[in-house]
């Protein structure tokens, strides 16, 4: 997640409606579509009922084998193929590519970000001062996966007051936006706050916290490894070969634009709704910068899932095999939410996304809120994970499931 300083700006009042999807020509999908589209309207304006001059929309895209659905609650962005940002749900293109380099033998998820390289005298992680983190000697790869390896987060948090660094008290990232919007920031910039701060949560291992800037590691690991760029290395591995075509992943912070058509995003303080739709994605590399469509969406989770997306069922099994932690709900940059199945969550300023495959039913669903409201964004994100367990059972489908 990603809070920023926000200027008023004007915006013009969005009209509650829906849309039907064209291809749905029998008689009983054209029923399932009408009562999902009247269930979003529904929940949406429950959910917005009491935040006044909230803006935005949601958008929900479900594959099933009684086939496909889509449902918009503003007509102005009721395009199937609208583009719209979904934040941290990137971390299941990093966790892919990470696996698909253990699986060719390019890396061993087990070794130390010390360690040497398979055939190769460097180690993962540079040996160069931005990477002399906290612990550096005793965190592997895979517990920057599963978010045990206690690297402080600098996007999400300050710095501690107590930190002997220029940043001490503030936050590094809109510390540096403040004074240069378009700022580029790079993989050796953010590791290298938390090494000169001395920054940490806790000793590898033993704990879980949430780390963006773990999979910022990821991706620098990934273009070692590589020789590629991670956007490039994303591109030739996933996107292309499963025509995920309406896919990019912008890494210059000049890069602030939506390939149109998109989905206007919008940051609500509890008051006011402020048009954030353009941003400066660079410091998300790797681990929240990839912009999308549901189309897209849709089919990258599902095949990930199943084994189908470059990496083999094996490698998946792999990545959701601890999954089940008894205190964290978190694999190997994949996760489940009861009743929906396996995928990840993501939310930056604009937007709040959820992506969920249920292998049991092959049943896909995709939900873009096209605004966060920072006053509260894990209400919202419920209230989507509501949206999604009422389209599964108009269309018949369980949420039971814990999976």
Same mark, same amino acid.
């Given at each position: 997640?990603?809070?920023?300083?926000?200027?008023?700006?004007?915006?013009?009042?969005?009209?509650?409606?829906?849309?039907?999807?064209?291809?749905?020509?029998?008689?009983?999908?054209?029923?399932?579509?009408?009562?999902?589209?009247?269930?979003?309207?529904?929940?949406?304006?429950?959910?917005?009922?009491?935040?006044?001059?909230?803006?935005?929309?949601?958008?929900?895209?479900?594959?099933?084998?009684?086939?496909?659905?889509?449902?918009?609650?503003?007509?102005?962005?009721?395009?199937?193929?609208?583009?719209?940002?979904?934040?941290?749900?990137?971390?299941?293109?990093?966790?892919?590519?990470?696996?698909?380099?253990?699986?060719?033998?390019?890396?061993?998820?087990?070794?130390?970000?010390?360690?040497?390289?398979?055939?190769?005298?460097?180690?993962?992680?540079?040996?160069?001062?931005?990477?002399?983190?906290?612990?550096?000697?005793?965190?592997?790869?895979?517990?920057?996966?599963?978010?045990?390896?206690?690297?402080?987060?600098?996007?999400?948090?300050?710095?501690?007051?107590?930190?002997?660094?220029?940043?001490?008290?503030?936050?590094?990232?809109?510390?540096?936006?403040?004074?240069?919007?378009?700022?580029?920031?790079?993989?050796?910039?953010?590791?290298?706050?938390?090494?000169?701060?001395?920054?940490?949560?806790?000793?590898?291992?033993?704990?879980?916290?949430?780390?963006? $800037? *773990? !999979?910022?590691?990821? +991706?620098?690991?990934?273009?070692? &490894?590589?020789?590629?760029?991670? /956007?490039?290395? =994303?591109?030739?591995?996933?996107?292309?070969?499963?025509?995920?075509?309406?896919?990019?992943?912008?890494?210059?912070?000049?890069?602030?634009?939506?390939?149109?058509?998109?989905? $206007? *995003? !919008?940051?609500?303080? +509890?008051?006011?709704?402020?048009? &954030?739709?353009?941003?400066?994605? /660079?410091?998300? =590399?790797?681990?929240?910068?990839?912009?999308?469509?549901?189309?897209?969406?849709?089919?990258?989770?599902?095949?990930?899932?199943?084994?189908?997306?470059?990496?083999?069922?094996? $490698?998946?099994?792999?990545?959701?095999?601890?999954?089940?932690?008894?205190?964290?709900?978190?694999?190997?940059?994949?996760?489940?939410?009861?009743?929906?199945?396996?995928?990840?969550?993501?939310?930056?300023?604009?937007?709040?996304?959820?992506?969920?495959?249920?292998?049991?039913?092959?049943?896909?669903?995709?939900?873009?809120?096209?605004?966060?409201?920072?006053?509260?964004?894990?209400?919202?994100?419920?209230?989507?994970?509501?949206?999604?367990?009422?389209?599964?059972?108009?269309?018949?489908?369980?949420?039971?499931?814990?999976?």
């Amino acid at each position: 997640m990603k809070k920023k300083l926000f200027f008023p700006c004007l915006v013009a009042a969005a009209a509650v409606s829906f849309f039907a999807n064209c291809y749905a020509s029998d008689t009983q999908k054209g029923t399932y579509q009408a009562k999902i589209n009247s269930m979003l309207s529904d929940k949406w304006h429950s959910y917005t009922a009491d935040k006044p001059n909230l803006l935005g929309a949601v958008a929900i895209y479900i594959t099933s084998p009684k086939g496909n659905f889509y449902a918009n609650t503003d007509t102005r962005a009721s395009n199937i193929n609208a583009h719209f940002r979904i934040a941290s749900a990137t971390k299941t293109f990093t966790a892919a590519s990470i696996m698909l380099l253990n699986q060719q033998g390019k890396l061993n998820i087990n070794d130390l970000i010390t360690a040497p390289i398979p055939g190769s005298k460097e180690s993962y992680a540079p040996n160069m001062p931005d990477y002399n983190i906290p612990y550096k000697n005793q965190i592997t790869i895979k517990m920057l996966l599963n978010h045990r390896a206690g690297v402080f987060d600098v996007d999400n948090n300050a710095i501690p007051k107590e930190a002997a660094c220029p940043y001490a008290g503030r936050n590094y990232v809109l510390s540096k936006e403040t004074v240069s919007p378009e700022h580029t920031f790079t993989f050796d910039e953010l590791l290298g706050v938390v090494a000169a701060c001395d920054l940490k949560f806790f000793p590898p291992n033993t704990d879980y916290h949430y780390s963006d $800037t *773990g !999979y910022s590691l990821l +991706g620098k690991i990934i273009e070692r &490894v590589s020789g590629k760029r991670y /956007s490039e290395f =994303v591109r030739d591995n996933f996107l292309i070969p499963n025509s995920l075509n309406q896919t990019s992943l912008p890494y210059l912070g000049s890069d602030t634009k939506i390939p149109v058509p998109y989905e $206007t *995003g !919008y940051a609500y303080d +509890g008051a006011t709704s402020f048009d &954030v739709t353009e941003d400066n994605m /660079s410091v998300h =590399v790797s681990e929240g910068n990839v912009i999308t469509t549901v189309l897209d969406l849709a089919n990258w989770i599902r095949k990930l899932v199943r084994g189908e997306a470059g990496v083999s069922a094996d $490698t998946v099994k792999l990545m959701t095999a601890e999954i089940h932690n008894p205190n964290v709900n978190y694999g190997l940059g994949i996760s489940t939410v009861p009743g929906l199945g396996y995928g990840h969550e993501g939310g930056t300023n604009g937007y709040l996304t959820v992506a969920r495959y249920d292998p049991r039913q092959d049943v896909t669903v995709i939900i873009s809120a096209s605004v966060i409201n920072w006053k509260d964004y894990v209400t919202e994100m419920y209230a989507l994970y509501d949206i999604g367990r009422a389209a599964k059972n108009i269309l018949g489908y369980s949420t039971e499931e814990k999976f």
